[in-house]
T-cell receptor
Framework: GESVGLHLPTLSVQEGDNSIINCAYSNSASDYFIWYKQESGKGPQFIID?????DKRQGQRVTVLLNKTVKHLSLQIAATQPGDSAVYFCAEIGGGSYIPTFGRGTSLIVHP | SAVISQKPSRDICQRGTSLTIQCQVD?????MFWYRQQPGQSLTLIAT?????????ESGFVIDKFPISRPNLTFSTLTVSNMSPEDSSIYLCSVSTGATNYGYTFGSGTRLTVV
């Protein structure tokens, strides 16, 4: 599995810009992926998910892209708002396990 | 989705002592899990809490250090035993409703500081 880094990578954007958060997953047998948002002092909250038979899924202001060839997942947030400031985690499920394995996480900072 | 109440929300404890964290869910759930989130890091699964039987621990976590109870389908506890400063972390309860999308939900976490 993926090793946990010492510090979270940070993405700083201006309010109104589009944000792209990337995640590399470890298990080629994973067939379900989830993006979570974690605000300070709270537990992770579900944002959007995607199954491995899809390469794109859209929600409200968010889009998840899946590239199974290179085991890469991205979360796109349109018109980023200060309330989007949080840590974002990707998680993968599959390969015989039904329990999410979390990626490293990215801290998103939105400047007004 | 299920609503989780996790207590305490934070605590400062002396080394060598133990702390029990409670996780109460507002509905019966299939699976309950405990995670640890060390400062500035991702979530690591400690164990799956099994109703009526011993928890299933992940590599690197043992029952003597992290005893877990799950007496019914809505409640679980995690104890952090004989604490040291290295145990300072956020501990999170998570549940799955077994829905199509697995229905994973997290509690707000317990921020533990060991001094």
């Amino acid at each position: 599995g993926e090793s946990v880094g010492l510090h979270l990578p940070t993405l700083s954007v201006q309010e109104g810009d589009n944000s792209i958060i990337n995640c590399a997953y470890s298990n080629s047998a994973s067939d379900y992926f989830i993006w979570y948002k974690q605000e300070s002092g709270k537990g992770p909250q579900f944002i959007i998910d995607i199954r491995s038979n899809m390469d794109k899924r859209q929600g409200q202001r968010v889009t998840v892209l899946l590239n199974k060839t290179v085991k890469h997942l991205s979360l796109q947030i349109a018109a980023t708002q200060p309330g989007d400031s949080a840590v974002y985690f990707c998680a993968e499920i599959g390969g015989g396990s039904y329990i999410p394995t979390f990626g490293r996480g990215t801290s998103l900072i939105v400047h007004p | 989705s299920a609503v989780i109440s996790q207590k305490p929300s934070r605590d400062i404890c002396q080394r060598g002592t133990s702390l029990t964290i409670q996780c109460q869910v507002d509905s019966q759930v299939t699976m309950m899990f405990w995670y640890r989130q060390q400062p500035g890091q991702s979530l690591t699964l400690i164990a799956t809490a099994n109703q009526g039987s011993e928890a299933t621990y992940e590599s690197g976590f043992v029952i003597d250090k992290f005893p877990i109870s799950r007496p019914n389908l809505t409640f679980s506890t995690l104890t952090v035993s004989n604490m040291s400063p290295e145990d300072s972390s956020i501990y999170l309860c998570s549940v799955s409703t077994g829905a199509t999308n697995y229905g994973y939900t997290f509690g707000s976490g317990t921020r533990l500081t060991v001094v």
